[in-house]
């Protein structure tokens, strides 16, 4: 199975809205509701921000929110600060105990 | 809080296994809520997940990895190892170690350890 495809990069300035896309098939982001998004500092681990296509972790801003269509997820900052600048990595799962990892997608804020 | 991290070899030859293991702290894995899993970040590319164990033992992996990937526990340590045969330069990442929630999101991570295969 192929890594979902995310666009390489995207921006805005502070408090507009960025929407970040996640594309797979019907074999995974299409079938199942478990689409999670990363927040990725430099040089930092991985930071769960939506998890179940929509749901939100404790402590993460409501800034951050998640949605589905079809084959096709996607992730909203809302309201964008400089601190959200950071690289986004969605991940769905594939069926047969297998999850797959978007290619990432660089945010920057302008 | 939980806690998790990464330790072994820095440095693996080409053929041989990478070794790592997982230390969770501030928490049990022995959790029937939770399964415990590996993912790796070459450099200055995307995240690419490796498998996952239960605390019962039961494993899960990339079908691509599977050949040459084992993922055990020891629940009365507290940890989880991973080992990788056959390695190449192409292995060459930066592991890191997570709790996967029930809804197959990685929650807690520990702060990753870079491995390098080469000669």
């Known amino acids: 199975q192929s890594a979902l495809t995310q666009p390489p990069s995207a921006s805005g300035s502070p408090g507009q809205s960025v929407t970040i896309s996640c594309t797979g098939t019907?074999?995974?982001?299409?079938?199942?509701?478990?689409v999670s998004w990363y927040q990725q500092l430099p040089g930092k681990a991985p930071k769960l921000v939506i998890y179940?296509?929509?749901q939100r972790p404790s402590g993460v801003p409501d800034r951050f929110s998640g949605s589905k269509s079809g084959n096709t997820a996607s992730l909203t900052v809302s309201g964008l600060q400089a601190e959200d600048e950071a690289d986004y990595y969605c991940?769905?799962?594939?069926?047969?105990?297998?999850?797959?990892f978007g290619g990432g997608t660089k945010l920057t804020v302008l | 809080q939980l806690q998790l991290q990464e330790s072994g070899p820095g440095l693996v030859k080409p053929s041989e296994t990478l070794s790592l293991t997982c230390t969770v702290s501030?928490?049990?894995?022995?959790?029937?809520?939770?399964?415990w899993g590996w993912i790796r970040q070459p450099p200055g590319k995307g995240l690419d997940w490796i498998g996952n164990i239960y605390y019962r033992g039961n494993t899960y992996y990339k079908p691509s990895l599977k050949s040459r990937v084992t993922i055990s526990v020891d629940t009365s340590k507290n940890q989880f190892s991973l080992r990788l045969s056959s390695v190449t330069a192409a292995d060459t990442a930066v592991y890191y170690c997570?709790?996967?929630?029930?809804?197959?999101?990685?929650?807690?991570w520990g702060q990753g350890a870079l491995v390098t295969v080469s000669s």
């Open positions: 997570a709790r996967e929630n029930g809804d197959y999101a990685s929650d807690f």
């Open positions: 019907s074999s995974d982001v299409g079938r199942y509701k478990y």
């Open positions: 501030g928490g049990s894995i022995s959790s029937s809520s939770y399964y």
């Open positions: 179940e296509v929509t």
């Open positions: 991940s769905s799962y594939a069926g047969n105990n297998n999850l797959l």
